[in-house]
């Protein structure tokens, strides 16, 4: 499959406890009550090496601390740091690991009082990782399947919240359809709507129009959907309909991608054994793709505002 994995060292800095420790030296009880009950919440967000500036390039990283804290203020996690010092904190474990090529960085809040009992309550705790990562899935076309698991409902688990526990029913879908020879997965709402892919929101071009499921289709509330909504707006002159979407507009549509953090713009050429469109790559798709990168590696003056720049000294070279 065309998906990767990619794994943090132990010898990298992260924030654990109040500090921050090396990965190596951090250790969790099996009694940890989010690893029993998946109590806890999650963020990714992408830092991309700029060679020619020498420096990495957070991408909108006080928008995914912001809907950090609504996550954990839905679970009932308690942060011990405002968004400026989650910022901070950030900022300086990337200092510190110098890393000189694509990152990812992780922050996990989490219910980690050590005992037996499904609850809410107890200490939490915070942490933030970060690993090396290239492209995560496939950039030039992926095949995907309906998933036969639906998409769980807002009123079950929140899904404006990344919940870890959550992610069993992503897990579930993706390995579905990975056995069954596909790249990833789409998921329908309880009603029968698309909702989104497995970790990636979704959009169609239809008759010469950007369609994307609404808020109500149990969707994420991406950062990144956000940021392509936006670009296909300015740069396009393409504003998205935000509704409702069938199962047999994806077999209508002219061109259909993918949309997050992992997956960044991602077309899909195949859905269900049938082409999307010409079965390759379309002309929208390829356009906001390259409009995306040029902001997020901080290569375009009018989304300055997107990124954060860290430098990284030649000496901290590995």
């Given at each position: 499959m065309s998906r990767k994995a990619f794994a943090a060292s132990d010898a990298e800095w992260c924030y654990h406890g109040g500090e921050l420790v090396k990965m190596g030296d951090v250790r969790l009880s099996p009694a940890t009550h989010a690893l029993n009950y998946g109590t806890g919440v999650f963020e990714g967000i992408r830092a991309y090496w700029n060679p020619t500036k020498g420096t990495l390039q957070v991408l909108k990283l006080r928008e995914h601390y912001e809907r950090f804290e609504k996550s954990c203020r839905i679970l009932h996690v308690e942060l011990p740091h405002t968004v400026d010092e989650l910022c901070e904190i950030t900022l300086e474990i990337l200092k510190r690991n110098a890393p000189r090529e694509d990152t990812y960085?992780?922050?996990?809040?989490?219910?980690?009082?050590?005992?037996?009992?499904?609850?809410?309550?107890?200490d939490s705790e915070l942490?933030?990782?970060?690993?090396?990562?290239g492209n995560y899935v496939e950039l030039t076309g992926l095949r995907c399947s309906v998933s036969?698991?639906?998409?769980?409902?807002?009123?079950?688990?929140?899904?404006?919240?990344?919940?870890?526990?959550?992610?069993?029913?992503?897990?579930?879908?993706?390995?579905?359809a990975h056995r069954a020879g596909y790249d990833d997965a789409i998921f329908l709402t309880q009603t029968g709507f698309v909702s989104e892919a497995s970790a990636a929101n979704i959009f169609l071009l239809r008759k010469g129009g950007l369609?994307?499921?609404?808020?109500?289709?149990?969707?994420l509330e991406g950062i990144t959907r956000d940021a392509v909504m936006e670009l296909a707006?300015?740069?396009l002159?393409?504003?998205?309909?935000?509704?409702?979407?069938?199962?047999?507009?994806?077999?209508?549509?002219?061109?259909?991608?993918?949309?997050?953090?992992?997956?960044?713009?991602?077309?899909?050429?195949?859905?269900?054994?049938?082409?999307?469109?010409?079965?390759?790559?379309?002309?929208?798709?390829?356009r906001l793709q390259e409009l995306y990168f040029e902001a997020a590696r901080g290569e375009n003056p009018d989304y300055a505002d997107w990124t954060v720049a860290v430098e990284v000294a030649e000496k901290a070279r590995r």
């Open positions: 960085i992780r922050p996990l809040a989490y219910k980690a009082i050590e005992s037996v009992g499904v609850n809410l309550r107890g942490s933030v990782f970060t690993v090396p990562m036969s698991w639906r998409r769980t409902a807002d009123n079950a688990i929140p899904a404006r919240a990344k919940c870890t526990g959550s992610y069993v029913n992503t897990a579930l879908a993706v390995d579905a369609i994307t499921p609404p808020a109500t289709a149990d969707i707006e300015k740069e002159g393409m504003p998205t309909d935000k509704r409702d979407v069938g199962r047999t507009e994806l077999y209508a549509a002219d061109e259909v991608f993918l949309t997050g953090t992992g997956f960044q713009i991602a077309p899909v050429t195949e859905i269900d054994d049938r082409k999307v469109g010409e079965g390759e790559m379309g002309p929208v798709a390829a």
